[in-house]
């Protein structure tokens, strides 16, 4: 498996909405060099990927926006999460941590956008399936 220099810190964090589901998305995207941050005070959190060869990937690759609906990249994502974390606690190289991404909350399209690449790019350039 390659995971040279693959960093990706997520960062979820609850807020005071928790139970509410807002379909409106606020979130924004910036992209400097090497650096992808996703971010959304209405909800509270944000999304930080390190990785230069995703951010060149995704010019590339992805999908447009709105091209998924957002149950779509819900639904993988929470797949894609669950295989992650189980490799990830299970200690598993190229897993170095667990990605805390919750049923019931609604992150919003930008993030599960932004995190549906992500994971996919991961999967491409290392070889490896997580469902």
């Known amino acids: 498996m390659r995971n ?8 979820l964090i609850n807020s005071m909405i928790y139970g509410q589901n807002p379909k ?8 400097e060099k090497g650096k992808i941050t996703i ?3 209405e909800v ?5 990927i390190f990785d230069t060869g995703f951010e060149n990937w995704l010019a590339k690759n992805a999908r447009p ?3 998924y609906d957002q149950t779509f990249l819900e639904n993988h994502n929470r797949q894609w999460v669950a295989t992650w974390n189980a490799r990830a606690t299970a200690g598993n190289r190229g ?7 919750r049923n019931g909350i609604d992150y ?7 995190l549906y690449n992500y994971l996919l ?3 491409q350039t290392n070889g490896i399936k997580l469902n």
């Open 4 to 11: 040279c220099f693959v960093i990706m810190m997520l960062l």
């Open 24 to 31: 409106t998305d606020k979130g924004t995207s910036t992209i």
């Open 39 to 41: 971010s959304n005070p």
């Open 44 to 48: 509270a959190y944000e999304v930080i």
């Open 65 to 67: 926006r709105k091209y």
């Open 95 to 101: 897993y170095d941590y667990t990605i805390d991404y």
């Open 108 to 114: 919003g399209y930008e993030v599960n956008y932004m």
């Open 121 to 123: 790019y991961y999967q």
